[in-house]
């Protein structure tokens, strides 16, 4: 399945007071920021019933929760919330290689692809060259 591909702007003084409130948070939540002021859904396509999520922080030592910020619609009509949400419990397991890839998502995401089942499709599009 391919990733979403809706991008918001940032709401960077919340996400700071967000990430402040978390258990576990960032010392300095402004160090956790990208430099840029957008997210990116990371799930897999879906319809406008499934709000875009993005992974803001994972809680250390692990809580059992991360903060996640999603939303739905977009300019004026954009809505948001932030949820602390458990981790998602499935792991993809190659016991050829006894490598275990966790699911990266949040617990009962939908779309029900896990992360590990999801791939990027602007990746190629930025990734460097041979002869870069």
Do not use: K
Not at 13 to 34: K, T
Not at 81 to 108: I, K, S
């Amino acid at each position: 399945m391919l990733q979403c591909t809706a991008v918001t702007e940032t709401p960077v003084a919340e996400v700071l007071v967000a990430l402040l409130d978390l258990r576990g948070g960032p010392g300095d939540p402004r160090d956790a920021m990208a430099d840029d002021c957008f997210l990116l859904c990371e799930l897999g396509e879906h319809d406008e019933s499934v709000e875009h999520a993005a992974h803001l922080w994972t809680a250390e030592p692990h809580g059992g929760r991360d903060l996640w910020f999603l939303w739905a619609g977009a300019g004026a009509h954009r809505v948001y919330r932030f949820a602390t949400l458990p981790p998602c419990p499935a792991v993809l397991r190659d016991f050829g290689a006894g490598a275990v890839e966790p699911c990266l998502f949040f617990a009962r995401h939908r779309p029900h692809a896990h992360s590990f089942s999801v791939a990027d499709p602007l990746a190629d599009l930025i990734a460097p060259t041979p002869d870069d």
